[in-house]
């Protein structure tokens, strides 16, 4: 399943004014993930759906558990 559904996490950037806007994933490019889906588990491209900025999320070789410092 996908983590960001089964979390529902809603992704959000600020702009340079204060206002905040929603991020869809770019599904419109085309790369090796397109054809391995557990590639894609690894970094996802999203866009924001205000002003088309965009941002790349990624999984970390090795996390850290949220209460490290």
Known sequence: MDRLVEYQFELEHQHNDGSWSGLDEDVSHHGPA???PERGWVQR???CT???EVVRLSSVKNPRP???E
């Open 45 to 47: 491209i999203f866009r």
């Open 66 to 68: 949220p209460d490290a």
């Open 50 to 52: 205000s002003c088309g």
């Open 34 to 36: 397109a054809h391995d």
